[in-house]
């Protein structure tokens, strides 16, 4: 699976912006969809994740309730929809895969196994 994210730029506190991550290749089957990010000298971290059919998604606290991350697998593309935006989420954020069936979303990187390149995403203040 190769995964291509788009979207990400410069905004202002309280703005809003749209992250997009199109799969190619192998897209049949049930796999996860995970947004993670890394900001300078930080590891990288578990912001959202999405099952295969999206009957369940995991939100890190630090974004609960400003973030909304979907999924349409006819085109096979998720969306990251992300309000309120703060300083702090200032980071590269990088869309993850795996291969599951199942209704748990894991949130550790280790366990996805294709990444797409990272698009940066600047909250000035």
């Known amino acids: 699976v190769q995964l291509q994210a788009s979207g990400g730029g410069l905004m202002q506190a309280g703005g809003s912006l749209r992250l997009s991550c199109a799969a190619s290749?192998?897209?049949?089957?049930?796999?996860?969809m995970g947004w993670f990010r890394q900001a300078p000298g930080k590891e990288r971290e578990f912001v959202t994740g999405?099952?295969?059919?999206?009957?369940?998604?995991y939100y890190a606290d630090s974004v609960k309730g400003r973030f909304t991350f979907s999924r349409d697998n006819a085109k096979n593309t998720v969306t990251l929809q992300m309000n309120s935006l703060k300083p702090e989420d200032t980071a590269v954020y990088y869309c993850a895969a795996y291969y599951s069936s199942g209704r748990v979303v894991a949130t550790t990187p280790g366990t996805y196994d294709y990444w797409g390149q990272g698009t940066q995403v600047t909250v000035s203040s």
């Open positions: 290749g192998r897209t049949s089957g049930y796999y996860v």
């Open positions: 999405i099952n295969w059919s999206g009957s369940s998604t």
